[in-house]
Every structure is written in C-alpha cells, then in structure tokens.
C-alpha cells in the first residue's frame, strides 16, 4: 500500500523561539559574564599595542640619535643619568656622550640647524697621532657632592695612537669649523709620503727656510714615535729590563748648588722655593698640593721622583737608562747676572762630563742611554762666541748622544726633547687630581679673555703691546694683569685669573715657551698660540699633534700687521666649542702635565713624570 511521505518542515512556534534568548536577557549572571569578556578580549588584544605606541612615542621624544662610523645609536637622556645611555652601545665599546653638550644653556652666537633641533651628532674619531691620554678605571662612579659631576665623566687618563681608540665624541655645532677645514690662519695639506694631515703654521719665504721647517716636522714624528702608551691601570708597569740607574754624582754637581740659594739672583732669595722637595712653600687657600713652586725647579723636582721609582736599580749592569743628576740649569743661573769669564761658566759642566767619560757605562754605548734633565731652555746651554749668556754644555761633542729632558728645546736637536714647566699643582692621589678636574670643568667663567703678562718695551717686534691695547680697548671681553708691577708674583692672582676666563692669551716672551700656558691649560683655560714654537714645536709627548684640539691658534705675523683683531676672533668661537676644547683639557690633558709628589701613588692617572720615565724608557729600546 503506498505510503505518502510529506517533506515539509514542522514549524517551530514563535513562542518557543523566542522562550530562550528572553530568558538569557533576563539572567543577570550570564549577562555580566558576557560583557567581561568582551571587555578581556579588547583589552588583550589592543592595549598591547596601545601601550607599545606610547613608548615609541616617549622613547623619540627622549632620545638622540648619534652616528658614528656605519652604526646609527638610539640614546635616551635623563636628568637621572649622567651619560646619554645608548641602546646600541654594544656595537662601540665605549660609546660615551659627555651629558654636559645637552644639558648646559646655549649662548645667543650659537646657530640651530635643523639637525640639531633632530638631536642628530656626528661623532668625531680620535685620530690623534702618538698622544698619551688618561682614562678612569671601568665602571666606578663616584659623585662629587659640590657639583654632582660625576668623577666617571672627568677622569679619563687612556692612551692612543693613530687608531681609532677610545672613541671620544665630539659634537659639533653648526657654525663649528669641520675637522678638514682649511683656516685662513695656517694651512693644512697632506704629507706626500705618509698621507696624513699636516700643519702648516710658518709661510716659509724661500727654500732655505722651508727646508729648516721641514727638519723641525721630522723630527717631531721621530719624537712622537718614542711616546709610551698606556695608564697604570690598564698596563701595570713592569720593571723587567727597564731599571733605572741614578747615579751618585759629587754634591757640587746638584745639592750644593741648592745651597748658593740666597745668592743666585741679585733681587732675590730663592730658598723658600727649594723647600718641600723643591715645591716651595704649600698655598694653602688654593687647596691641597698648591705649591709657590719655581719655573726653574724641575732638576731637584724630577731627581726627588727618580730616587723613588719602582725600576731602580743599584747595579750599573741591570739599568736600561742611566740617569745623571747634574742641576745644570741652576748652575747657569747662578752665573746669569754675574760678570765672570766664561771659564767660570763651564768649569761644572766640563768636569760633569769628564767624570761621566771615566766611567765604563757610559763608554758602552757612547752616552745614548743616558738622560739629564735640565731646568731652563736649551739655548741657555749653547753659548757661541757671539754672545756670553750661559753655558756651553749642550755645546760639547760628548753631549751629542745623551737624551736632554728641558722646559724648551732646540727644534733642530732630536735628542732635546720639552717636557711641561713645573706648575703650582703637586697632587699625591688619583682623587686629588680627580677633584681639581671637578672643580674647574664646573666653574663659572665671567670673563671670555685674559692676558697676564708685560710689554716688552725693550722688543718692539713683540706682539704683545699690540695684544695688550686690544684687551685694554674692550674691558667687558678682556682682562689684563700688569706683570710688571708685580702682580703676577702670587701664584693665586693668576690661577684665580685663568680660572674665571674661556680664554687665556699666550704670546712669546724672552723665549717662545712660557711656563703661563701650563697654568692656564692647568685652570681649564683654553691658550692662545701665536707661535708653533711656543707649544706646537715643542711638548710631542704630552701635548696632541693637533692643536685644535686644547688650543687656538693665531699667527703673530696678522696680529703684528693689524690683520686680525684677537678679541673679535676669539669671540666668534660658539659655546660648544669652548666646551669641547676645555673638556678635553680637563678630561684628558691635565693629569698628564703636572708633577706629582715624590710619594705619589697613582693608579687611574699618569702624570708628567710617568709620561717622561716611560716614553724614555720605550725610546732608549727603540735606539739600542
């Protein structure tokens, strides 16, 4: 029988379709639990994200960007941090940004580009050839709690040569010069044989005088290929195969010439300034290690450290370097101002050298191992027959050899090599150095220039009358302190002086070095050159081949003919110039130009002395 099988659908009454949902509706329960996770899965999902944009967002306002090489670094600055911290510091080891080029208040002369309104630096490399700098130990930070420098950020004693080493960074402004750039001031070229850039200061005026430059710049690069690098620290010294023998020369040769003190000079009595080792009498208003010590005391100074250094030796067969203790600078000086025969000058300095060529270690190599520190400028020690003035010791045939250690030296005598006039400052402690570096780097300086020094009516090619009228003719920008009436004889009045000023004049005097430019350098005062043989020519192992670096320099030949006015140059310079010249004075120079105490035990810092021992020590290797 067939069966009739319909395919409609039953219908579902509306009533029954609609019983469920309007009993959800009306549960309280089930409704708040709805509404949570909604609300959950928004939160999941898009706070995340809400979140990350915020601090993307933070982290650009924050931050500086700073290109160095081919790594671009993201830093972010907080009032909380001392340094910029880098977020890719680890691709550049010591990536440090001094926080002071952010932080202080930009003067008016200062130009903003938009790079700068970017927080966009390019770091400068240090590309310094043969140049001794001073670096802290790694990860201490100790606060001064005068200032809140940080100590991490003013020590820095580290050495470098040619390389790329360190990294130092230099934030150039806008309107600051390019490493490169030409100024009209000098002349920068490229050595044909070794490619690098080299300083033109003198024009010379015919192939005579070029010639002689050209000796002068050979051997400066022999000089700097002498300089030991390295700090305490990182190269703990090592006295195998470098002892020091100081020989026991008669007391007529140094101390009994200390003892002719109040008869040296006519107008004055020199023994207060060979107390305290030659230190002289302690300033206690400028603080510890001040000292009213001599320009002419760096024989006794230099001999009191060397009885004291680790590498000496007793047995004349284990010395590396022979040190002969002669005070031929105070023997010149005591003849200065004395009318006697010019046997009389030299009976010291022949007998000295006649007892030296008794003895079988210095027939062994001809006297090339041996080293005299003398006190005052080589041409005290070259008289000639055209004029009676000093001595004729470096004038000798035997003294051709021996290395001279002088405050000036002769540019055309590879063996006369400058070291730093001795300064007020004698720290025995890394933290004496470290808290004068913290003191001067935030002093206020109310005065752009000064100059503290006299005429020299008696020269009137002398630049400095010139110089003198410019400061005088613009009191708001330039103080003068009259040496000539006697002004200058307090050590304070003229730290006090270069300590208040961004600019310390430093023309020629008698001579063209000048014990000024230590002291200025000391008070983080940047020098003023006016000529190469006042600095540039001199100190190739404690100052940088590069002058621009700690310095400004201005041809004496533009002053003198009225080409340049000093005081409207100077006042050109920008704000972050300034700082970056006085950061690296403080930072990586001044340890390195003082003379420490005799017990001075330094471990972050190496100061004159070190530099000296050291790169004599590498030299006597190099030369035997």
Same mark, same amino acid.
């Given at each position: 029988?067939?069966?009739?099988?319909?395919?409609?659908?039953?219908?579902?009454?509306?009533?029954?379709?609609?019983?469920?949902?309007?009993?959800?509706?009306?549960?309280?329960?089930?409704?708040?639990?709805?509404?949570?996770?909604?609300?959950?899965?928004?939160?999941?999902?898009?706070?995340?994200?809400?979140?990350?944009?915020?601090?993307?967002?933070?982290?650009?306002?924050?931050?500086?960007?700073?290109?160095?090489?081919?790594?671009?670094?993201?830093?972010?600055?907080?009032?909380?941090?001392?340094?910029?911290?880098?977020?890719?510091?680890?691709?550049?080891?010591?990536?440090?940004?001094?926080?002071?080029?952010?932080?202080?208040?930009?003067?008016?002369?200062?130009?903003?580009?938009?790079?700068?309104?970017?927080?966009?630096?390019?770091?400068?490399?240090?590309?310094?050839?043969?140049?001794?700098?001073?670096?802290?130990?790694?990860?201490?930070?100790?606060?001064?709690?005068?200032?809140?420098?940080?100590?991490?950020?003013?020590?820095?004693?580290?050495?470098?040569?040619?390389?790329?080493?360190?990294?130092?960074?230099?934030?150039?402004?806008?309107?600051?010069?390019?490493?490169?750039?030409?100024?009209?001031?000098?002349?920068?070229?490229?050595?044909?044989?070794?490619?690098?850039?080299?300083?033109?200061?003198?024009?010379?005026?015919?192939?005579?005088?070029?010639?002689?430059?050209?000796?002068?710049?050979?051997?400066?690069?022999?000089?700097?290929?002498?300089?030991?690098?390295?700090?305490?620290?990182?190269?703990?010294?090592?006295?195998?195969?470098?002892?020091?023998?100081?020989?026991?020369?008669?007391? *007529?040769?140094?101390?009994?010439? #200390? =003892?002719?003190? /109040?008869?040296?000079?006519?107008?004055? @009595?020199?023994? &207060?300034?060979?107390?305290?080792?030659?230190?002289?009498?302690?300033?206690?208003?400028?603080?510890?290690?001040?000292?009213?010590?001599?320009?002419?005391?760096?024989?006794?100074?230099?001999?009191?450290?060397?009885?004291?250094?680790?590498?000496?030796?007793?047995?004349?067969?284990?010395?590396?370097?022979?040190?002969?203790?002669?005070?031929?600078?105070?023997?010149?000086?005591?003849?200065?101002?004395?009318?006697?025969?010019?046997?009389?000058?030299?009976?010291?300095?022949?007998?000295?050298?006649?007892?030296?060529?008794?003895?079988?270690?210095?027939?062994?190599?001809?006297? *090339?191992?041996?080293?005299?520190? #003398? =006190?005052?400028? /080589?041409?005290?020690?070259?008289?000639? @027959?055209?004029? &009676?003035?000093?001595?004729?010791?470096?004038?000798?045939?035997?003294?051709?050899?021996?290395?001279?250690?002088?405050?000036?030296?002769?540019?055309?005598?590879?063996?006369?090599?400058?070291?730093?006039?001795?300064?007020?400052?004698?720290?025995?402690?890394?933290?004496?150095?470290?808290?004068?570096?913290?003191?001067?780097?935030?002093?206020?300086?109310?005065?752009?220039?000064?100059?503290?020094?006299?005429?020299?009516?008696?020269?009137?090619?002398?630049?400095?009358?010139?110089?003198?009228?410019?400061?005088?003719?613009?009191?708001?920008?330039?103080?003068?302190?009259?040496?000539?009436?006697?002004?200058?004889?307090?050590?304070?009045?003229?730290?006090?002086?270069?300590?208040?000023?961004?600019?310390?004049?430093?023309?020629?005097?008698?001579?063209?070095?000048?014990?000024?430019?230590?002291?200025?350098?000391?008070?983080?005062?940047?020098?003023?050159?006016?000529?190469?043989?006042?600095?540039?020519?001199?100190?190739?192992?404690?100052?940088?081949?590069?002058?621009?670096?700690?310095?400004?320099?201005?041809?004496?030949?533009?002053?003198?003919?009225?080409?340049?006015?000093?005081?409207?140059?100077?006042?050109?310079?920008?704000?972050?110039?300034?700082?970056?010249?006085?950061?690296?004075?403080?930072?990586?120079?001044?340890?390195?130009?003082?003379?420490?105490?005799?017990?001075?035990?330094?471990?972050?810092?190496?100061?004159?002395?070190?530099?000296?021992?050291?790169?004599?020590?590498?030299?006597?290797?190099?030369?035997?």
């Amino acid at each position: 029988m067939p069966v009739s099988i319909s395919k409609r659908r039953t219908r579902t009454s509306k009533k029954n379709e609609t019983e469920k949902p309007e009993k959800t509706l009306k549960d309280p329960r089930s409704c708040c639990s709805n509404i949570c996770s909604i609300f959950c899965r928004s939160i999941l999902y898009r706070g995340p994200l809400t979140i990350l944009f915020l601090f993307f967002i933070y982290l650009w306002s924050t931050s500086t960007t700073v290109i160095s090489g081919n790594v671009l670094h993201i830093c972010i600055s907080s009032r909380k941090l001392n340094d910029l911290y880098c977020l890719t510091a680890g691709s550049q080891p010591g990536l440090r940004v001094p926080v002071n080029n952010f932080t202080k208040p930009v003067s008016e002369d200062v130009v903003r580009s938009e790079d700068q309104e970017k927080n966009v630096f390019v770091l400068g490399k240090d590309g310094d050839k043969g140049f001794a700098k001073n670096e802290t130990l790694a990860g201490e930070r100790e606060r001064d709690s005068d200032n809140g420098t940080s100590l991490n950020n003013i020590i820095k004693n580290e050495s470098f040569t040619g390389e790329t080493f360190g990294q130092r960074v230099s934030v150039l402004d806008q309107d600051s010069k390019p490493k490169n750039e030409i100024n009209l001031d000098f002349l920068v070229d490229w050595d044909p044989e070794t490619g690098e850039e080299r300083f033109q200061y003198i024009k010379s005026k015919d192939e005579v005088e070029e010639g002689a430059v050209k000796a002068v710049e050979k051997y400066l690069q022999i000089q700097r290929s002498w300089l030991a690098i390295g700090n305490n620290h990182q190269n703990p010294r090592s006295c195998e195969g470098k002892g020091i023998y100081v020989y026991d020369l008669p007391s *007529k040769f140094n101390k009994n010439l #200390l =003892g002719e003190c /109040s008869d040296m000079v006519p107008w004055a @009595d020199f023994c &207060s300034y060979f107390k305290n080792d030659a230190f002289g009498e302690s300033i206690e208003n400028l603080g510890k290690g001040w000292y009213r010590t001599h320009q002419y005391a760096l024989e006794p100074i230099f001999h009191s450290r060397v009885l004291k250094h680790p590498c000496r030796v007793y047995d004349e067969s284990q010395a590396k370097l022979f040190y002969v203790p002669f005070y031929g600078g105070m023997d010149v000086l005591r003849w200065h101002f004395k009318n006697v025969s010019k046997d009389v000058k030299d009976v010291l300095a022949i007998e000295v050298v006649k007892w030296l060529g008794s003895k079988k270690s210095w027939k062994e190599n001809s006297g *090339k191992d041996h080293v005299f520190v #003398l =006190g005052k400028i /080589s041409w005290d020690f070259r008289r000639n @027959d055209k004029f &009676s003035w000093g001595s004729s010791l470096l004038e000798m045939q035997e003294m051709k050899n021996p290395t001279k250690l002088l405050i000036e030296r002769n540019p055309w005598e590879l063996n006369d090599v400058a070291i730093p006039h001795p300064t007020y400052f004698h720290p025995k402690t890394d933290d004496d150095i470290a808290s004068w570096q913290n003191k001067i780097i935030g002093k206020t300086r109310h005065s752009l220039i000064s100059f503290a020094g006299g005429s020299r009516p008696g020269k009137p090619d002398n630049i400095r009358f010139t110089l003198i009228d410019q400061c005088t003719s613009s009191p708001n920008q330039c103080r003068f302190l009259n040496c000539t009436n006697g002004s200058c004889d307090k050590p304070e009045s003229v730290i006090e002086l270069f300590q208040d000023s961004e600019f310390c004049l430093q023309p020629p005097g008698d001579s063209p070095t000048r014990k000024s430019v230590f002291d200025s350098l000391l008070s983080g005062c940047i020098p003023v050159i006016f000529d190469p043989y006042t600095a540039y020519y001199q100190y190739t192992w404690h100052l940088p081949e590069d002058h621009r670096r700690y310095s400004v320099y201005i041809n004496k030949e533009d002053v003198k003919a009225k080409r340049v006015n000093v005081i409207e140059k100077l006042m050109s310079k920008t704000l972050r110039e300034r700082e970056d010249m006085r950061s690296y004075i403080v930072h990586e120079l001044l340890p390195g130009l003082v003379y420490g105490d005799p017990n001075a035990k330094f471990e972050r810092f190496r100061d004159a002395f070190d530099i000296t021992m050291d790169s004599l020590l590498k030299k006597i290797t190099k030369i035997l």
